[in-house]
């Protein structure tokens, strides 16, 4: 976690600033957390390849009287790297989300993010998309779990999940550029953004990383495994990172951000919460 006490940029509570991931205010320039952030984060599609591919882990699954999928028909799109992988459809689809979010998480660091982010940080983020990521393609694996038990292709929870990651790590994305391009006006500075996707709910980046979670979840294990992860980190955003961000906001924006609340009255999703 970074360090935020003697921070005069972040004028929250020592109890606000621990719970939160982000050291607020703070910009100074952190470059082997980030290198320890992209590398993490561009290797970690090749353990989930393995996984699908190889069935890396299986072996301990079987040993406990548990059966997985058979690897199915690999895919034929007539592109050679993707042919080349071996994988079927859905199994490249599974493949297709841990790239996307890898791309999408690098892009932010190197690009989007002004924060430190301490080799400490990296290394828990690189450890949480894993497990996340990792928890979605078993549940995919095991016959029990799995969302793909129907002969037909796509299955309806493919679908509704692809939707929800694409909505979701998009809106995510979008949200962040559209910040980014506002912070970097001199004009602005001091100024909260309410603009853009902010405008329809004032902590629009969680929720689409929120949506895009659930998908993929979804995506691998079904409708519970998504809800259950939807749920998860609808309620970390919702107990810890909106509030002590609240207090952030509050404090350095003033009558500014009341005036947002009150135009803004969502938090996480528009017209939802």
Same mark, same amino acid.
């Given at each position: 976690?970074?360090?935020?006490?003697?921070?005069?940029?972040?004028?929250?509570?020592?109890?606000?600033?621990?719970?939160?991931?982000?050291?607020?205010?703070?910009?100074?320039?952190?470059?082997?957390?980030?290198?320890?952030?992209?590398?993490?984060?561009?290797?970690?599609?090749?353990?989930?390849?393995?996984?699908?591919?190889?069935?890396?882990?299986?072996?301990?699954?079987?040993?406990?009287?548990?059966?997985?999928?058979?690897?199915?028909?690999?895919?034929?799109? $007539?592109?050679? &790297?993707?042919?080349?992988?071996?994988?079927?459809?859905?199994?490249?689809?599974? /493949? +297709?989300?841990? #790239? %996307? *979010?890898?791309?999408?998480?690098?892009?932010?660091?190197?690009?989007?993010?002004?924060?430190?982010?301490?080799?400490?940080?990296?290394?828990?983020?690189?450890?949480?998309?894993?497990?996340?990521?990792?928890?979605?393609?078993?549940?995919?694996?095991?016959?029990?779990?799995?969302?793909?038990?129907?002969?037909?292709?796509?299955?309806?929870?493919?679908?509704?999940?692809?939707?929800?990651?694409?909505?979701?790590?998009?809106?995510?994305?979008?949200?962040?550029?559209?910040?980014?391009?506002?912070?970097?006006?001199?004009?602005?500075?001091?100024?909260?953004?309410?603009?853009?996707?902010?405008?329809?709910?004032?902590?629009?980046?969680?929720? $689409?990383?929120? &949506?895009?979670?659930?998908?993929?979840?979804?995506?691998?294990?079904?409708?519970? /495994? +998504?809800?259950? #992860? %939807? *749920?998860?980190?609808?309620?970390?955003?919702?107990?810890?990172?909106?509030?002590?961000?609240?207090?952030?906001?509050?404090?350095?924006?003033?009558?500014?951000?009341?005036?947002?609340?009150?135009?803004?009255?969502?938090?996480?999703?528009?017209?939802?919460?």
């Amino acid at each position: 976690m970074p360090n935020q006490q003697g921070n005069p940029n972040d004028p929250r509570s020592e109890v606000s600033k621990k719970k939160d991931h982000i050291a607020r205010g703070d910009y100074t320039p952190t470059h082997v957390g980030k290198a320890t952030f992209f590398l993490l984060r561009g290797i970690e599609p090749l353990l989930q390849y393995s996984i699908l591919a190889r069935g890396l882990g299986t072996s301990l699954i079987h040993r406990v009287g548990l059966r997985t999928l058979p690897p199915g028909l690999p895919a034929h799109s $007539g592109v050679s &790297l993707i042919d080349g992988l071996g994988l079927s459809p859905y199994r490249l689809i599974l /493949l +297709g989300m841990a #790239v %996307g *979010a890898a791309v999408k998480q690098n892009i932010w660091v190197t690009a989007l993010s002004g924060e430190p982010m301490p080799v400490g940080g990296a290394v828990a983020v690189g450890i949480l998309n894993a497990v996340f990521n990792s928890i979605s393609t078993y549940a995919f694996l095991l016959t029990a779990t799995s969302a793909s038990t129907e002969t037909e292709f796509p299955q309806p929870a493919l679908l509704i999940g692809s939707s929800l990651y694409v909505v979701g790590i998009l809106t995510e994305l979008v949200a962040e550029i559209q910040r980014k391009r506002f912070k970097a006006n001199p004009n602005n500075k001091g100024k909260a953004y309410t603009g853009g996707l902010w405008s329809y709910a004032r902590h629009i980046n969680y929720g $689409g990383y929120t &949506l895009w979670r659930a998908g993929y979840a979804m995506v691998g294990g079904g409708y519970t /495994l +998504g809800a259950l #992860v %939807g *749920a998860f980190f609808a309620w970390d955003f919702t107990n810890r990172a909106i509030p002590v961000l609240n207090e952030y906001c509050e404090k350095r924006y003033g009558a500014a951000w009341e005036k947002f609340k009150k135009d803004t009255p969502y938090k996480l999703l528009p017209f939802i919460y």
